[in-house]
């Protein structure tokens, strides 16, 4: 296994205060200046997986305005809000619990969210081995389950608040927890045994079976989410108006510019869309920001606890 190339919260940290003790200029999207574009780990967390998946649409706008951007792979989801937060970031690629967790601390505004097949939706899921007792979230207590990232919407979020509100305790009822830090890793603990089911949306699954890590007739769905809206890309709010516009503009317009193909319109999960919206609706958001209210301080830190003992 290659070893990670994440960028660290604290190295990032470091670097920004040596680049603000030489002077540095605030990035304006030049040669010199690149607009900075940060991405949640969503699928295997590394420069090859989501940067992959993102670098081609930000080439597009990149060839279409003349803007340039540096991409970087945040070592967690927290990680990409603290640095949106921080001032590290220009851009950023977030789920939509990150998103609303960076947008309530003022830090993050909506640019564009993809549209595939005429909609901005995508689901959560809970998945099982094909031949698993197991046919729904109920029957996983005593079982051995996988989440992604504590702060992700589609790993994590939607399924234990779905457990939540069937009356389980998931740190209680579960008998083993394994947070894995993403989606294609808790499928993968699927795949080799470790678990009894893995939590990952549907976008992440079709991803995996694209690459040849799951054999799809191997698996089946256990739980399935009410539509979530796509994982946002969103602006520093500290942006200049005039640069928030030219942003919104080339993504509204990036499917029709001259020179770029349908095949550098990408997504979450690295899919293909049609298009991007810049008009989506932030009150969009209220679904998975009410999920999020119902995973207290007190509820993490006990699956937090769970997932320690092994």
């Not at 996988?146 to 779905?162: M, P």
């Not at 193909?261 to 009410?290: L, W």
């Amino acid at each position: 296994m290659k070893p990670s190339r994440l960028i660290p919260l604290a190295l990032i940290l470091s670097s920004l205060l040596a680049a603000g003790q030489a002077g540095a200029q605030v990035a304006d999207g030049s040669e010199a200046r690149p607009l900075r574009v940060m991405l949640i780990p969503a699928d295997g967390g590394t420069e090859s997986g989501t940067k992959a998946d993102y670098e081609p649409v930000f080439n597009a706008i990149s060839r279409s305005t003349g803007l340039k951007f540096d991409l970087k792979v945040g070592q967690s989801y927290s990680a990409v809000v603290e640095g949106m937060c921080s001032q590290l970031a220009d851009i950023a690629f977030f789920g939509p619990v990150s998103y609303v967790q960076a947008r309530d601390r003022g830090c993050a505004q909506l640019l564009a969210v993809s549209v595939e097949k005429g909609k901005s939706i995508y689901y959560a899921g809970m998945f099982a081995k094909k031949d698993s007792p197991v046919s729904n979230l109920a029957d996983l207590k005593g079982k051995r389950a996988a989440f992604g990232d504590v702060n992700s919407t589609s790993s994590f979020t939607f399924q234990i608040a779905s457990m939540l509100d069937q009356g389980m305790n998931p740190a209680r009822d579960l008998a083993a927890l394994n947070l894995t830090g993403s989606h294609a890793a808790s499928l993968a603990a699927l795949v080799h045994g470790q678990v009894d089911a893995a939590a990952l949306s549907f976008d992440s699954f079709d991803k995996a079976v694209r690459e040849g890590a799951v054999d799809p007739s191997t698996v089946k769905v256990i739980f399935k989410s009410e539509p979530i809206p796509n994982p946002p890309l969103a602006m520093n709010t500290k942006l200049p108006e005039a640069l928030k516009t030219r942003l919104k503009e080339a993504f509204a317009g990036v499917h029709q510019a001259p020179g770029i193909t349908p095949e550098m319109i990408r997504g979450y999960g690295g899919a293909k869309v049609q298009r991007y919206d810049t008009t989506f609706s932030d009150d969009e958001f209220a679904g998975p920001a009410g999920k999020m209210a119902l995973l207290t301080d007190e509820v993490k830190s006990e699956i937090l606890k769970k997932s320690a003992q092994r």
